[in-house]
């Protein structure tokens, strides 16, 4: 059974680091592309970052980048997203997703393109 749980979203004031954690089974991890989506009621899911497990590479919404760094752990499966210098316009709830496709653009880091997607966890970014 494929398997993507995400962790770490909580209420953090503006300014403030959290450290978000997807935990991923069922599938050929080293294999993937495993992104970070979030989204906010009445708006698109926005794809924030992505990595290639296979060689490291990533890539990063403009909104994001140089805030947040998105790492994995594929011995032990897991895709951590970085947040430091958090913004209220971050609070979402943010999605961790698989892609069997190589990503090298966050253009083409769209909902479509993912096979496996976790519940979410909720970021609050207060002011």
């Known amino acids: 059974e494929v398997q993507l749980v995400e962790s770490g979203g909580e209420l953090v004031q503006a300014g403030g680091s959290l450290t978000l954690s997807c935990a991923a089974s069922g599938f050929a991890f080293d294999d993937y592309a495993i992104a970070w989506f979030r989204q906010v009621p009445g708006k698109d899911r926005e794809g924030v970052s992505c990595i290639n497990t296979s060689d490291g590479s990533t890539t990063y919404a403009d909104s994001v980048k140089g805030r947040f760094t998105i790492s994995s752990d594929n011995a032990k499966n897991t895709v951590s997203l970085q947040m430091d210098s958090l913004k209220p316009e971050d609070t979402a709830v943010y999605y961790c997703?698989?892609?069997?496709?190589?990503?090298?653009?966050?253009?083409?880091?769209?909902?479509?393109?993912?096979?496996?997607w976790g519940q979410g966890t909720q970021v609050t970014v207060s002011s």
């Open positions: 997703a698989a892609s069997e496709l190589y990503l090298q653009s966050i253009d083409v880091v769209v909902p479509v393109v993912f096979d496996y």
